[in-house]
């Protein structure tokens, strides 16, 4: 299995300019989300999806757009990038068999986004 | 709401010693408790979680923590500091129910000096 995959792994992107971070899992995961990093914030929340055709607003959705056509793939797409929108984005997917919200999170390698 | 807290921006041990990072939470309800460890320029690794039982839980690389339901706390600790163990730790919390959604800590750098 190679996991939570992220392409690409490093972006820089102008004012405006739209773009998509792809995120893709092989474990037929149900759950996947989508995070940011920042430095001393932690992971916050950007958007998630609970199965194919399901996706839901995290805690910082602005800016954002996502759609989940295949259980596999939860691509991000920024629609006009902003420089606050700096930041290191983690793609992660669970499984919800089981105790429902006990299954650990597997993380993607993230991509490094500049906004210039 | 949930939150997490993280008190200690960075933790600093020797070689051989004793370790642990604090970790608070608040959730309505029931937790899920998490610890994740970040290496430089990787992805969030599991290393362990408390669902539920046992409030002493053991995970990878010789981690364990600590749940304590009245302090509403879940601190990591190891026996013994390795350099290798120099990351970022994450603290995170899931309710019971509701949103499945996890709620990480700001994180705390371990820093292990040989």
């Known amino acids: 299995n190679a996991g939570v995959t992220q392409t690409p792994k490093f972006q820089v992107l102008k004012t405006g300019q739209s773009m998509t971070l792809q995120c893709a899992q092989d474990?037929?995961?149900?759950?996947m989300s989508w995070y940011r990093q920042d430095p001393g914030m932690g992971l916050r929340l950007i958007h998630y999806?609970?199965?194919?055709?399901?996706?839901d607003q995290g805690e910082v959705p602005n800016g954002y757009n996502v759609s989940r056509s295949t259980t596999e793939d939860f691509p991000l797409r920024l629609l006009s990038a902003a420089p606050s929108q700096t930041s290191v984005y983690f793609c992660?997917?669970?499984?919800?068999?089981?105790?429902?919200?006990?299954?650990?999170?597997?993380f993607g390698p993230g991509t490094r986004l500049t906004v210039l | 709401a949930q939150s997490v807290a993280q008190p200690e921006d960075q933790v600093n041990v020797a070689e051989g010693n004793p370790l642990t990072v604090k970790c608070t939470y608040s959730?309505?309800?029931?937790?899920?408790l998490f610890w994740y460890v970040q290496y430089p320029n990787r992805g969030l690794q599991f290393l362990l979680k408390y669902i539920t039982g046992d409030n002493l839980v053991k995970g990878s690389y010789g981690f364990e923590a600590e749940f304590n339901k009245s302090q509403t706390s879940f601190h990591l600790k190891k026996p013994s500091a390795l350099v290798s163990d120099s990351a970022l730790y994450f603290c995170?919390?899931?309710?019971?129910?509701?949103?499945?959604?996890?709620?990480f800590g700001s994180g705390t750098r371990l820093q292990v000096q040989p």
């Open positions: 474990m037929n995961h149900e759950y």
């Open positions: 995170a919390v899931r309710p019971y129910t509701g949103r499945r959604a996890l709620t």
């Open positions: 999806s609970v199965g194919a055709g399901i996706t």
């Open positions: 959730v309505s309800g029931n937790p899920y």
């Open positions: 992660a997917s669970f499984t919800q068999t089981g105790p429902v919200g006990a299954n650990e999170q597997f």
